[in-house]
């Protein structure tokens, strides 16, 4: 009996749980805590928390398999929605391409295989032109 009753409120805070969630406009999780949540009363009506004999006729067994059942489906639905999110694979595939295409900066030039000149900057005043000389040298380098 307290088993039953432990059960019930655990379903019952979830579910509230659930609700709160999906005021928050977060309905994927909502329905994923909601399908977690009736697990518990799901497991009692099917009679796995407290086992009887007549457990294949009850009707409240059936009707705990059917909710069990539908928390399945929750979980189902929930993955599948969550997979679908990026859109078309079509769409996926061109959000992936363009991507890697844009990787690398369009005006990036290619890498000089030979030495190149190196450069005189003029010191600007003190430590300071010292410091940024090498900096300078690679943005020159690539043309910044």
């Not at 329905?31 to 294949?56: F, H, Q």
């Not at 059936?62 to 979980?75: I, K, M, R, S, Y």
């Not at 189902?76 to 959000?95: D, H, L, N, S, Y």
């Amino acid at each position: 009996m307290i088993a039953e009753t432990v059960c019930s409120a655990v379903s019952v805070a979830g579910l509230g749980i659930a609700a709160v969630t999906a005021y928050r406009k977060r309905f994927l999780s909502a329905a994923r805590i909601a399908a977690y949540s009736l697990v518990p009363i799901g497991l009692v009506m099917t009679g796995a928390v407290g086992w009887v004999a007549d457990t294949a006729f009850s009707p409240t067994a059936w009707a705990g398999f059917v909710v069990l059942g539908g928390a399945w489906l929750l979980f189902m639905i929930t993955r599948a929605v969550e997979r679908r999110g990026g859109g078309t694979r079509r769409e996926r595939k061109a959000a992936k391409a363009a991507a890697e295409r844009d990787a690398v900066a369009p005006a990036a030039s290619a890498p000089t295989l030979g030495q190149a000149p190196r450069p005189t900057a003029a010191p600007r005043g003190g430590e300071a032109g010292d410091d940024f000389s090498d900096i300078e040298a690679i943005l020159k380098k690539h043309g910044i």
